[in-house]
């Protein structure tokens, strides 16, 4: 995008050059027809005033009289010379005068003769009876500059007047540094057919009068434009792994124990206060001198239905939250793939503590029934327990080891093996009870969770027994789940 933009912008550069040289050149062109159209009417003119009839002495002088006063007005006329009748032309230019003559005579029009455009000058001859007539003209006084469509000294633009590999550099075109191999070119006869020189225009574009800012400009857009699509993306990667994270986290199970917390406080609030009260009049009955048993009797079985209404409510929100059963939900999923899904949730946390996990997958493993939540939040916890234990050893020995492999003919294991301080012999045989943490602000609640996840949908969940002498330290959990059939 940025190199066509930019390639745009500097064709577009080119085709103005183009056409502001196109017009200068057409205006050039015009305005020296314009001038050397004045030589074939100065030569008209001449033809006429001289005398139709029989020359006589009086006559010849008059022809002859306003000769010496055309270069006063015409400044680009050098000089006027004549062939009288009878006469000849100057001896030094006779034979090209004489040849042109014939060529007027042949024409009907003025015709040009020695003709010298290094030095800008030539003769314009025109054959009349019964004198001819010959302009010596001097085309560096014929430029009108102030009409001139360009600043002669600085312009860019070559103009020569052309004819027969002679030129005469009108205006000799400044060639910048670093000019480029793209140039224009203008070639077009004067509109005076006893003048056919050629009008040359030419240009080369230098490399400075490219829109270079522009160009750098729309480069940096694109960059910037690149940029802001690459950010934008990489936030929206982040925002959808941080709401996994977050349906995955502790947070979601936090709140939902909250929610539950205060919804049975709510719910036993009520039944509970009766009971106190109950409890505490049938004590005061009995206190009494006679104890007044019936009431005493009637507060406890007030009591009784209190306690009663308690338990219900507990037994109410147990069914509430007990857990649908996940294995009519199992599905065959490949778990190599289940596996690098939560790899890629955890990227952060890996990175974060400097962790590169190593996956070792035997060849052909075979799908697994499993109920895709719920793995994934295993595999996770799993994870999570591993990496808090890897915070303990220094960065260089965090090692994380997973292994995906055929258990038996029905089953395929997953490995998880970190290079943590491992598990005390003590705690061992409690790490699945629930609220069992060894982690001050641990719950206790996620190796329980993941065990009954795994029981739901038909895997097991186990600590590997510690092999004595391995390297002396690390724990290993193994989830092993049912091949899909
Ligand atoms: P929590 O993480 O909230 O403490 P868990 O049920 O996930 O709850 O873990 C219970 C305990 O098991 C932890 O407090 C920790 O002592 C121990 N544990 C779990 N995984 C590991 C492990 N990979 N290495 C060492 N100890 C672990």
Request: net charge neutral; charged share 15%.
């Amino acid at each position: 995008m940025a190199c066509a933009g930019a390639g745009a912008l500097a064709a577009n550069r080119l085709q103005q050059l183009q056409a502001a040289f196109e017009t200068d050149a057409r205006i050039v062109h015009r305005l020296l027809s314009q001038r050397v159209v004045q030589h074939d009417a100065i030569m008209a003119t001449l033809t006429l005033l001289q005398p139709a009839a029989a020359p006589g002495e009086g006559r010849a002088a008059s022809a002859e009289a306003p000769l010496p006063r055309l270069p006063s007005v015409y400044p680009q006329i050098l000089s006027v010379l004549q062939r009288p009748a009878q006469g000849s032309w100057p001896a030094t230019l006779q034979a090209e005068l004489s040849a042109a003559e014939a060529t007027s005579r042949r024409t009907g029009h003025a015709a040009l003769a020695a003709l010298d455009l290094t030095a800008g000058r030539y003769h314009l001859v025109m054959a009349g009876v019964p004198a001819s007539y010959a302009l010596h003209i001097d085309l560096r006084t014929t430029i009108p500059a102030d009409e001139w469509p360009m600043d002669m000294a600085t312009s860019p633009v070559q103009v020569t007047l052309e004819q027969g590999g002679q030129a005469f550099v009108v205006q000799p075109g400044r060639t910048g540094p670093g000019a480029w191999r793209r140039s224009f070119d203008f070639h077009k006869l004067l509109a005076s057919p006893s003048q056919p020189l050629t009008v040359v225009a030419r240009r080369s574009v230098g490399l400075h009068e490219l829109p270079w800012w522009g160009m750098l400009g729309w480069c940096v857009l694109t960059a910037l434009l690149w940029g802001a699509g690459h950010a934008l993306r990489r936030q929206r990667v982040a925002r959808q792994r941080a709401e996994e994270l977050l349906r995955l986290g502790q947070v979601a199970r936090l709140n939902t124990l909250g929610e539950l917390a205060a919804g049975m406080a709510h719910e036993l609030n009520q039944p509970l206060t009766a009971l106190l009260s109950s409890t505490q009049a049938a004590q005061r009955l009995l206190a009494d001198d006679p104890p007044d048993l019936p009431t005493a009797q009637t507060a406890m079985a007030r009591a009784v239905e209190q306690a009663r209404r308690a338990s219900s409510v507990v037994g109410r929100l147990r069914r509430l939250v007990e857990r649908p059963d996940l294995a009519g939900q199992a599905q065959p999923l490949a778990l190599p793939t289940a596996v690098q899904d939560v790899l890629h949730l955890l990227e952060p946390e890996l990175a974060q503590r400097g962790v590169a996990p190593e996956v070792t997958t035997a060849a052909d493993l075979p799908s697994v029934l499993a109920e895709p939540v719920a793995l994934q939040q295993i595999v996770h916890n799993l994870l999570m327990n591993a990496l808090q234990a890897l915070e303990q050893v220094p960065p260089a020995e965090r090692r994380l080891h997973l292994t995906l492999q055929q258990a038996d003919a029905g089953h395929v294991a997953l490995s998880v093996r970190d290079h943590g301080p491992g598990i005390p012999p003590e705690a061992r045989q409690h790490l699945f009870e629930p609220f069992f943490t060894t982690r001050s602000g641990g719950l206790g609640l996620g190796l329980t969770l993941c065990e009954s996840l795994a029981q739901a949908m038909g895997a097991r969940l186990a600590l590997a027994p510690e092999v004595p002498g391995a390297e002396g330290r690390g724990a290993e959990f193994v989830l092993t789940l049912p091949t899909a059939p």
